[in-house]
């Protein structure tokens, strides 16, 4: 990712573009995290299969 965000200026991305990459990378990538682990810290994510359903 740190090597897409370098490269889109160069390719012409606008600034919105390069903008939510620069997020992206900040909120998921460096982290460790990716999207989903948005859902499990929501209030009972946890508790929810991958179906959706609850578990317990």
Same mark, same amino acid.
């Given at each position: 990712?740190?090597?897409?965000?370098?490269?889109? &200026?160069?390719?012409?991305?606008?600034?919105?573009?390069?903008d939510a990459v620069a997020g992206y990378l900040e909120r998921y990538?460096?982290?460790?995290?990716? &999207?989903?682990? !948005?859902?499990? !810290?929501? &209030? +009972? +994510?946890?508790?929810?299969? &991958?179906?959706?359903?609850?578990?317990?």
């Amino acid at each position: 990712f740190g090597a897409a965000l370098a490269a889109l &200026p160069r390719l012409g991305a606008t600034a919105e573009v390069t903008d939510a990459v620069a997020g992206y990378l900040e909120r998921y990538v460096l982290r460790g995290r990716c &999207p989903a682990d !948005d859902l499990l !810290d929501m &209030p +009972g +994510g946890a508790d929810r299969g &991958p179906h959706g359903k609850e578990t317990r």
